[in-house]
């Protein structure tokens, strides 16, 4: 056997071997570039709704109360006009019972709901614009609403809607508005500014039973990469001197308008993305649904 063809059989295994090399660390950049896109987006499970108020201001003092406990909770008004507070994202029922329990036994509450992970407070919408009183407070949508990422909590893939699955997005944007004139504190009196807005839109998208990371800079990371040209109800828009720099988010709903809290204490409003300030300062948006 002549030293040539044993050179040319190893420059061939190490071709293949190099070849099989590149193809691994393409294979891993794509998975890596996924767990990125993924991180923070999950579905929501067990929560716990607590409270009967006709005054909003006594839905924020409760929830200033268990937030000032380390619990991210937050207040909503239902179709019939009463203000609740929820929070938690617990795998199962119990747990989200026994947290609740132990709130009544520290004479935090009195009563409370656990709300199951495939329940959307709000029916779907018919059209767009603040929406008239429903028959019924709480529907259960025959498909839970997913996200276009893999779970992180359970390992789960959450695959992109069809067509046909009602569009969570629209719901996301018909949920946004209830909350228009709502004065809206999330987080106390010591949380840097700018936590408000994300929260606002964090508690929108919990409502649709989905859990999206907490500040605007970690929501802008996840989800699906929107251009200002294709945005749809429900998306996230948000704006600031750069990406690195965000810092307000708000929630489309169409015909140029988004949902946002402006600062904090403020009533929640209705701003159009046109706007010169906005305009000035849109970063890009993002879409989970």
Same mark, same amino acid.
């Given at each position: 056997?002549?030293?040539?063809?044993? @050179?040319?059989?190893t420059?061939?295994?190490?071709?293949?071997?190099?070849?099989?090399?590149?193809?691994?660390?393409?294979?891993?950049?794509?998975?890596?570039?996924?767990?990125?896109?993924?991180?923070?987006? @999950?579905?929501?499970? /067990?929560?716990?709704?607590?409270?009967?108020?006709?005054?909003?201001?006594?839905?924020?003092?409760?929830?200033?109360?268990?937030?000032?406990?380390?619990?991210e909770?937050?207040?909503?008004?239902? +179709?019939?006009? $009463?203000?609740?507070?929820?929070?938690? +994202?617990?795998? @199962?029922?119990?747990?989200?019972?026994?947290?609740?329990?132990?709130?009544?036994?520290?004479?935090?509450?009195?009563?409370?709901?656990?709300?199951?992970?495939n329940? *959307?407070?709000?029916?779907?919408?018919?059209?767009?614009g603040?929406?008239?009183?429903?028959?019924?407070? $709480?529907?259960?949508?025959?498909?839970?609403?997913?996200? *276009?990422?893999?779970?992180?909590?359970?390992?789960?893939p959450?695959?992109?809607?069809?067509?046909?699955?009602?569009?969570?997005?629209?719901?996301a944007?018909? @949920?946004?508005?209830?909350?228009?004139?709502?004065?809206?504190?999330?987080?106390?009196?010591?949380? *840097?500014?700018?936590l408000?807005?994300?929260?606002?839109?964090?508690?929108?998208?919990?409502?649709?039973?989905?859990?999206?990371?907490?500040?605007?800079?970690?929501?802008?990371?996840?989800?699906?990469?929107?251009?200002k040209?294709?945005?749809?109800?429900? +998306?996230?828009?948000?704006?600031?001197?750069?990406? +690195?720099?965000?810092?307000?988010?708000?929630?489309? *709903?169409?015909?140029?308008? /988004?949902?946002?809290?402006?600062?904090?204490?403020?009533?929640?409003?209705i701003?159009?993305?046109?706007?010169?300030?906005?305009?000035?300062?849109?970063?890009?948006?993002?879409?989970? /649904?």
């Open positions: 056997m002549s030293a040539g063809y044993i @050179t040319l059989v420059n061939r295994h190490s071709m293949k071997r190099l070849i099989f090399s590149l193809s691994l660390i393409a294979l891993l950049t794509a998975v890596t570039a996924q767990g990125a896109k993924s991180s923070g987006l @999950t579905r929501l499970g /067990f929560a716990i709704q607590m409270g009967a108020f006709s005054d909003v201001k006594n839905a924020e003092r409760l929830a200033a109360t268990l937030q000032s406990k380390g619990i909770a937050f207040y909503y008004r239902k +179709d019939s006009g $009463i203000y609740a507070v929820r929070f938690g +994202d617990y795998p @199962t029922k119990d747990l989200a019972r026994n947290a609740a329990k132990k709130l009544v036994a520290e004479h935090l509450i009195t009563s409370f709901y656990v709300a199951p992970p329940e *959307v407070v709000f029916a779907q919408p018919k059209g767009a603040i929406q008239k009183l429903l028959p019924d407070e $709480i529907k259960n949508l025959p498909n839970h609403p997913t996200a *276009v990422v893999p779970a992180v909590k359970d390992e789960q959450l695959a992109k809607p069809a067509k046909s699955i009602s569009d969570m997005g629209a719901i944007a018909r @949920t946004a508005e209830r909350f228009v004139g709502i004065p809206y504190r999330w987080g106390g009196d010591n949380v *840097v500014e700018g408000d807005c994300s929260g606002f839109a964090r508690a929108v998208y919990n409502l649709c039973g989905l859990n999206i990371p907490r500040t605007s800079r970690e929501q802008f990371k996840a989800g699906e990469l929107i251009s040209s294709d945005l749809k109800d429900g +998306d996230l828009v948000f704006f600031g001197a750069s990406a +690195d720099k965000i810092n307000h988010v708000g929630i489309y *709903v169409g015909e140029g308008k /988004f949902v946002h809290a402006p600062r904090r204490g403020e009533d929640i409003r701003s159009a993305v046109g706007e010169s300030y906005f305009e000035k300062r849109f970063v890009g948006a993002r879409r989970y /649904f």
